[in-house]
């Protein structure tokens, strides 16, 4: 069983578009993160859910919305897609005591 | 200028050679991470340090609070090491902010 997966793997959409990247993880975490890595290979924190609650929403575009139903659930919802918007968008979850982190294996956004 | 900077950018060496990875920061932490990330692209949690030294088979990691500086040390190494390894900082509670990485090749 995959500890953090994130569907799909692959995405590839023109300009303007919505689109959804889903995440799930069944270690029973508590905190769910989301990480954008640009082309030259740089990550960086987007958002942080605590047990369903937001706690870290770093400068990130409103067109990009997290949404989280339950503790192992986090979405990603990002509207009227950008060519700038084009990266690998990694989800990860850790527990509570921060012992370490979990990654997904990353969606592959492109906007064309 | 990046909260964290690691060095090399780039490693190549031949099989069987010691490895060193820096990462200075300079930030306050409650946490470093060193993470590896494989050319297929997933990433993999290899230590997570608050003090001291930490070591998982051939792979080693130290971590100098007063200096604010991390190292990544792989003792003989194989093709298999080959991978960006990516050390990030936990600031805040529960954000991590993460250096550029470190390229390793590892010729056999």
């Known amino acids: 069983d995959t500890a953090v997966s994130q569907t799909p793997k692959y995405l590839v959409t023109q300009m303007g578009n919505d689109k959804s990247i889903k995440c799930e993880q069944n270690l029973g975490h508590d905190t769910m993160y989301w990480y954008k890595q640009d082309s030259k290979k740089f990550l960086k924190i987007m958002f942080s859910?605590?047990?369903?609650?937001?706690?870290i929403n770093e400068t990130v575009p409103n067109r990009f919305s997290p949404k989280s139903p339950d503790k192992a659930h986090l979405n990603l919802h990002i509207n009227s897609l950008e060519l700038g918007d084009s990266a690998v968008y990694f989800c990860?979850?850790?527990?509570?005591?921060?012992?370490?982190?979990?990654f997904g294996s990353g969606t592959r956004l492109t906007v064309v | 200028k990046n909260e964290v900077e690691q060095s090399p950018q780039n490693l190549t060496a031949q099989e069987g050679e010691f490895i060193t990875i820096n990462c200075s920061y300079s930030v306050g932490i409650s946490a470093l991470h060193w993470l590896q990330q494989h050319p297929g692209g997933g990433i993999v949690s290899l230590f997570m340090l608050s003090s001291g030294k930490k070591k998982h088979g051939r792979l080693i990691a130290t971590i100098n609070i007063q200096e604010k500086h991390s190292s990544l040390h792989i003792t003989a190494s194989h093709p298999r090491d080959s991978a960006v390894y990516i050390c990030a900082v936990r600031v805040g509670g529960q954000k991590l902010v993460f250096g550029q990485g470190t390229r390793l090749t590892i010729n056999p």
């Open positions: 990860a979850s850790s527990p509570r005591t921060e012992y370490g982190y979990t």
């Open positions: 859910y605590n047990n369903k609650e937001l706690i």
